[in-house]
């Protein structure tokens, strides 16, 4: 086993943060990641406990943290008599995101259906004066196909969140002169996330800066404007 630019080697879970910050960046960059657990840096096997339970946990924290969410494929493999966990994913919804602020996930399970419910809070819900807008969403995934291929259906039992680039407009009308620091930290992003909507608001003509990045300040362009 060796790391290429799909393929990426962790020595155990508790590296799963910087893992799942690899597999975002995998994903922009090709489209299609390959991240394993239970190999060390020098390519040599080291092996993991693994059970059902570890298999659900990590498919948890992997929906839960990564926006827009994506399903991967999670399989135990046995490299030279060590057990290894594989995440094999694919996605072309373009910028992922590993989110630093995960929600709080329950677990069910009831027969041979998987139940996982988590509250996803708006990124509003950072700002004090921002009311709390708080969507349950419930996950339902059954494995029934040979190789653990996971069939899913998401059923939305509220009304769902602003937009991304809604959420960051708000906050620029009401503090023009934000840093991207602060953005990232009050909307839950990464700076690169923040910087990549604020590029793409700037292209589609909603959004206009003024001045240099420091002292400087952005303006909302609305329909009366233009």
């Not at 799942?20 to 299609?32: F, R, T």
């Not at 602020?101 to 700002?127: C, H, K, Q, V």
């Not at 969403?137 to 653990?148: G, I, R």
């Not at 959420?167 to 009308?173: G, K, S, T, V």
Request: glycine share 6%; aromatic share 4%; hydrophobic share 35%.
């Amino acid at each position: 086993m060796t790391e290429t630019e799909t393929v990426e080697l962790k020595k155990s879970l508790a590296e799963l943060k910087q893992g799942l910050i690899s597999l975002a960046a995998m994903l922009n960059k090709h489209g299609q990641a390959e991240l394993w657990f239970g190999i060390a840096p020098n390519d040599k096997a080291v092996g993991l406990e693994i059970s059902e339970k570890t298999l659900r946990d990590v498919s948890q924290a992997i929906t839960a943290h990564m926006e827009p969410a994506i399903y991967p494929h999670i399989t135990q493999q046995c490299i030279d008599g060590k057990h290894c966990l594989q995440i094999k994913a694919e996605g072309w919804q373009q910028p992922y995101l590993a989110l630093e602020n995960a929600p709080s996930t329950s677990f069910d399970e009831i027969g041979g259906l998987f139940i996982t419910r988590f509250n996803r809070p708006s990124a509003l819900d950072a700002s004090q004066d921002a009311p709390a807008i708080r969507p349950e969403t419930s996950l339902k995934t059954t494995q029934e196909l040979p190789q653990a291929t996971q069939e899913t259906t998401q059923e939305t039992t509220q009304e769902l969140p602003r937009t991304t680039q809604e959420i960051l407009l708000q906050h620029l009308r009401s503090q023009p002169g934000i840093t991207t620091v602060e953005l990232a930290r009050v909307t839950g992003l990464s700076p690169d996330g923040v910087k990549y909507h604020l590029n793409q608001l700037k292209r589609t003509g909603k959004l206009r800066r003024h001045g240099p990045t420091k002292g400087g300040y952005w303006e909302v362009v609305t329909k009366a404007d233009e």
